[in-house]
């Protein structure tokens, strides 16, 4: 607390009013608080705030600034370690592929999976059908985070978790308590920021049972499947696959920890999309229809008997509403909220010169919802404006981050765009869809969000679902 107030510098750059370091010292804040500082307090692209332990953070708003941090001079800026740490924790020991030749992630590549996405859609619908029946309203939360956590096993690594059909499963269990925020998480977050890495594993929290437990039995399972795969790779068609067709050597170890990458990152990001497009289709019944007219008749039906190639689906990709509300739930609802870096080396950025070790902040909410990088009202849901432009009316390449830019960019972006459209398109062909509030006591409240390391539905996501027959 004493380094916190003896670091605060007499020189700043504009910030907002933030009342003693007292009161703040162990608060966080909130995405949507940095995001309405952006809006409101003037500055030229640069501003500061003090964040939790008082730590300092500059907010980044200029999108030339913006590109040299993440393109011009992207090798000058790391993820800060906290950061780093948190991430290790739910992804593994992070991206072997992206240091190789990353096809499995090039179009083809994503093509060949669209039979799971669409195999795995009419799973899902069949599903909701069925437990649907006799009820006013489902809460699809759950059923999208096991939607698409058997999507990424699948097509990452060929395993078939189930979770689907057997939500007890072991593997769904264990997985959802380690990786999934809860108050025990928040509490490991606010460690990360104090400790070093070797004290926070060593201290006996809770959280570091549940991680522990989490990979463990994730890993055992995936381990098991990995050394299953020996000599039987010219049948499968997953992305490991695909990137050990590219000359990739990995190690048995190496394979469970990319797998781990995957399904961190490649599960929760897409179930947040999928929750804001069922919920923001569900309050715009015009957009769902005209969604529903574009995709019924390209759409296999779901009682579709033979099994559907790759080429059968590709009718997918010439639906340009479907890719407009896919952009439009992508730009206003990004499920990661912040990007984090700290410069190596003293850097200048809007003509201030900034130290070695600053912590930056690119708020991709305040990118993606700035009323001065868009032409149309960015804080509506509004499709359509990608139908006229397909630029969406945006003003600057760096106006729309959901995936992030340059070197390390998502690398599942396709994968993700293209899943999404499989799902979205499916519930659309099938059920009438309409917003039931979003309580858990049966009451009509409006969505409850928190903030990890995406940003969550809290609570339920209910909704009333006719079939068409
Ligand atoms: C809607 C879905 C998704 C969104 C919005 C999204 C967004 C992002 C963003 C913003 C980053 C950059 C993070 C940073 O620089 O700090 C990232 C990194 C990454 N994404 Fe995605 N992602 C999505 C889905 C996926 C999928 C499906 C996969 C895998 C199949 C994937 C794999 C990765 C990987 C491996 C990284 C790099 C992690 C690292 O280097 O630390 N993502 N993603």
Redesign the pocket.
């Known amino acids: 607390y004493l380094i916190a107030q003896w670091k605060q510098p007499q020189d700043r750059l504009p910030h907002p009013e933030q009342g003693p370091l007292s009161q703040r010292f162990l608060v966080e804040l909130s995405p949507p608080q940095v995001e309405a500082w952006a809006r409101e307090i003037q500055h030229d692209g640069l501003m500061e705030y003090y964040g939790i332990l008082g730590q300092r953070r500059v907010l980044v708003t200029d999108p030339k600034a913006i590109h040299d941090i993440f393109q011009t001079h992207a090798y000058s800026y790391v993820?800060p370690p906290a950061v780093s740490k948190l991430?290790k924790s739910v992804?593994g020991e992070?991206?072997v592929v992206?240091r190789r030749q990353p096809s499995a992630f090039k179009l083809r590549s994503v093509k060949d999976l669209y039979p799971l996405f669409w195999s795995k859609t009419a799973e899902l619908v069949h599903i909701l059908g069925k437990e649907n029946e006799g009820r006013d309203s489902i809460d699809v939360l759950d059923y999208h985070n096991r939607v698409t956590l058997d999507i990424?096993a699948a097509g990452?690594f060929g395993m078939d978790i189930g979770s689907l059909t057997h939500p007890g499963n072991q593997f769904y269990s264990a997985y959802m308590q380690g990786f999934l925020p809860s108050k025990h998480a928040q509490m490991y977050r606010l460690l990360a920021l104090i400790f070093p890495e070797w004290i926070l594993d060593a201290l006996p929290l809770k959280r570091n049972q549940e991680l522990r437990g989490a990979v463990r039995a994730v890993g055992n399972r995936i381990r098991e499947k990995v050394s299953s795969l020996d000599g039987k790779a010219e049948t499968r068609n997953d992305i490991i696959h695909a990137v050990s067709q590219d000359g990739a050597v990995m190690d048995a170890e190496m394979l469970v920890n990319q797998c781990l990458?995957?399904l961190g990152?490649?599960h929760d990001?897409?179930a947040q999309?999928l929750n804001w497009a069922i919920y923001e289709l569900s309050l715009n019944k015009n957009v769902q229809t005209s969604l529903r007219k574009e995709v019924q008749e390209l759409l296999p039906g779901l009682s579709e008997k033979r099994e559907l190639k790759s080429n059968d689906l590709e009718r997918l990709d010439n639906t340009p509403f479907l890719e407009a509300v896919c952009n439009e739930i992508?730009r206003l609802h990004?499920?990661?909220h912040h990007?984090?870096r700290q410069s190596l080396h003293a850097v200048n950025l809007c003509g201030h010169e900034l130290p070695k070790g600053t912590k930056f902040i690119i708020s991709i909410g305040a990118m993606n919802r700035c009323p001065e990088l868009w032409s149309n009202d960015p804080s509506k849901f509004d499709p359509d404006r990608w139908v006229v432009d397909a630029k969406g009316g945006m003003k600057d390449r760096q106006a729309f981050l959901?995936?992030?830019q340059g070197p390390?960019?998502?690398?599942?972006e396709r994968?993700?765009r293209a899943e999404?459209a499989f799902i979205i398109a499916g519930l659309v062909q099938n059920f009438d869809m309409e917003f039931a509030g979003a309580g858990e006591d049966g009451q009509f409240h409006d969505v409850k969000l928190e903030y990890g390391t995406t940003t969550r539905f809290d609570g339920a996501l209910r909704i009333r679902l006719t079939p068409f027959r």
């Open positions: 993820k991430l992804l992070g991206l992206r990424i990452g990458t995957f990152a490649g990001t897409i999309s992508l990004p499920p990661i990007l984090h959901s995936f992030s390390r960019l998502c690398i599942g994968f993700a999404m």
